[in-house]
């Protein structure tokens, strides 16, 4: 079975700077998808990254962007600038591509950042 | 607007008495899920339907049921909730495996 593990429960960054949230996840896959989900206050689940496993490219969105080490098994996160509304907890998820267990996304037990100003 | 749509946000109920949250999805997906969250577990799978008339259980099913008649509804039914019920719940669909999730928005569940 799939697990993730994200080894950091709490974190903290100041405002504007750069802070890098870990990930790493067990599989005998070689084709999968990978995302950051992020959880603000107001508990909604919002999708900041997603990534394919036969992508080499690092996937970016805006001041997010990845380091998907692939033989590491490895998939941080990097928040760039950092901003208050930044401040959420974060999951990391990981999810088959095919056959059984393809219907789930396997989560983390997450990283609570908080930006101080 | 394409929305997961949870209700009711918040419940306190007694134990023993039957209560349905309900989850609609305005997207036409085929997949819908329903997950759990609890602090220190991250989320995990209860039940999930690929399509009309097809569920099956994910990694946590004890105590709830789910139905899937039309494609938007996806009900999560709990006949006999226990304190152990008391969670975070999440309705979530997607259009196929491996694409966005988008998740409604969480129904905090108590059961006293």
Avoid at chain 1, 30 to 51: E, T
Avoid at chain 1, 73 to 81: R, T
Wanted: one cysteine or more; a positive charge.
């Amino acid at each position: 079975a799939q697990t993730v593990t994200q080894s950091q429960p709490e974190m903290s960054v100041q405002e504007a700077e750069t802070v890098t949230l870990s990930c790493t996840y067990d599989t005998s896959e070689n084709n999968y998808y990978l995302f950051w989900y992020k959880q603000p206050p107001s508990r909604q689940m919002i999708l900041v990254i997603r990534q394919e496993a036969y992508k080499q490219q690092n996937a970016t969105e805006n001041r997010f962007s990845v380091n998907f080490q692939k033989a590491a098994k490895s998939f941080s996160l990097k928040i760039s600038d950092s901003q208050l509304g930044d401040t959420a907890m974060y999951f990391c998820a990981f999810m088959k591509p095919r056959g059984k267990g393809s219907e789930k996304l396997v989560f983390g037990k997450g990283t609570k950042l908080t930006v101080n100003p | 607007e394409a929305q997961v749509t949870q209700n009711p946000r918040y419940l306190i109920t007694v134990t023993g008495k039957k209560l349905t949250v309900t989850c609609s999805q305005n997207m036409n997906h085929e997949y819908m899920s329903w997950y759990r969250q609890d602090p220190g577990l991250g989320l995990r799978q209860i039940y999930y339907s690929m399509n009309v008339e097809v569920t099956d259980k994910g990694d946590v099913p004890e105590g709830y049921k789910v139905s899937r008649k039309e494609k938007r509804n996806f009900p999560l039914i709990l006949e006999s909730p226990s304190p152990n019920q008391t969670s975070l719940y999440f309705c979530a669909s997607s259009p196929l495996v491996g694409a966005e999730a988008f998740f409604g928005q969480g129904t905090r569940l108590t059961v006293v």
